[in-house]
């Protein structure tokens, strides 16, 4: 990023930057209980967009082996979970093995295959809670399996030819083939079925006053570091927003990213760049072990820069309630932050930092122009 000359002087930049800096006071969040709250048996299916998989729309069959979906709420509350078919008593007929849907600390989808029973059979879960202490919970649905059913294969629209048919069908295949694999991987991570989560260690995050060339202040810098327990994709960009008192005020603004660094680089997903994953907030891969140094930027969400240029735009019309908005920015009262980064359970508050005012007053200085009732980045 091209920062902009602001003719404001050093000393002032300085000053504000001694006094709003330090540490965000972590916060603990409530875990709730885990709970079972779903299990979809699935079906693989050719969609618009290629092999998926899709909801299965009869009864489950006797001995015949599925594919499913499990859903959890109160995840953050495990330390470890293991799946378990039940027979309609309670009485345990087999763990089952299932693997979570992304490394996401609050993603509650995991996924699996099942054999069903030749009984009707109920599915629960058990383990031990980040507390230590035994947890469980039976999902309250008794599934009564059918003796007989129609063979689990697409059934496609009337005149596609047969070669196209046949071509279809064995893309439908090698996608559940890539989902056998991955349920072979995860029956090696996780012997027994026991899933344990290990958490992420993030540090305290630091912050302070984001200078321009000039030293006046037009948003936040965010330190902090995290080293991953295992190999993880997850989102690492930090969801910054003002703690407003007034209620009018609220959800006008929140900050965001405008550039930064991660040290190492982490590995890319897909044709995406480091550019993808601090601005635009995308999944990176992570190694285990590594610590990785953060240093994100975050300025207004209603301040774009161009992409040809480099200058700034200030997007002042976004607000269509004026008021509010003219009395926000017009306040010079210090403000809290909370940070949260949703994929490892972060979340900290940052007791006192500027205004909007001193951040728009300060693009303001520096030459932001008015980016007009819609923002267009190239200029």
């Known amino acids: 990023m091209k920062f902009f000359a602001l003719g404001l002087p050093l000393a002032s930049g300085a000053a504000i930057a001694q006094s709003y800096r330090g540490q965000a006071v972590p916060v603990v969040q409530r875990a709730d209980p885990l709970e079972f709250s779903r299990l979809r048996f699935l079906t693989f299916v050719f969609g618009h967009e290629g092999p998926m998989d899709a909801p299965l729309t009869t009864p489950p069959v006797m001995g015949r082996e599925y594919f499913v979906e499990a859903d959890l709420s109160g995840i953050e509350s495990a330390a470890s979970i293991r799946f378990e078919l039940l027979d309609g008593a309670g009485r345990m007929l087999q ?35 980040t507390n230590g202490s035994a947890l469980r919970s039976v999902l309250g649905v008794l599934f009564q399996p059918a003796a007989s059913g129609p063979t689990d294969v697409q059934t496609l629209p009337p005149g596609i030819p047969a070669n196209q048919a046949e071509q279809i069908q064995g893309m439908v295949n090698v996608y559940r083939q ?23 260690e993030v540090s305290p995050i630091s912050y302070e006053p984001l ?11 965010l330190r902090y570091t995290m080293k991953f327990p295992s190999r993880q994709t997850i989102r ?3 969801h910054v927003f003002p703690i407003y008192q007034d209620a009018a005020w609220r959800g006008l603004v929140t900050m ?48 774009y820069q161009g992409t040809l240029s480099g200058r ?9 309630n004026q008021p509010p908005w003219a009395a926000l920015v017009a306040s010079q009262t210090p403000v809290p932050y909370s940070v949260t980064i949703s994929d490892t359970g972060t979340v900290a508050n940052i007791p006192s930092f500027l205004p909007q005012r001193t951040f728009h007053e300060g693009f303001i200085a520096g030459g932001a122009i008015d980016c007009g009732p819609v923002p267009n980045l190239r200029f």
């Open 95 to 129: 763990p089952l093995t299932m693997w979570k849907g992304s490394d996401s600390s609050s993603d509650g989808e995991f996924y699996g295959f099942i054999t069903v029973p030749n009984q009707p059979f109920r599915v629960a879960i058990s383990g031990t809670a």
């Open 211 to 221: 200078p321009s060339a000039s030293g006046a202040t037009i948003g936040m810098r």
């Open 312 to 320: 700034i735009c200030i997007h002042d019309q976004k607000f269509t």
């Open 178 to 200: 890539q989902m056998r694999a991955q349920a072979a991987q995860a029956a090696a991570d996780h012997p027994g079925g026991v899933i344990a989560f290990a958490r992420t």
């Open 236 to 238: 690492v960009i930090p």
């Open 256 to 303: 965001k990213p405008l550039t930064g660094s991660i040290n190492p680089a982490p590995q890319m997903v897909g044709a995406q760049t480091m550019h993808d994953v601090i601005v635009y907030e995308g999944a990176a891969t992570f190694q285990s072990g590594v610590t990785y140094t953060f240093s994100i930027d975050m300025v207004p969400d209603y301040v």
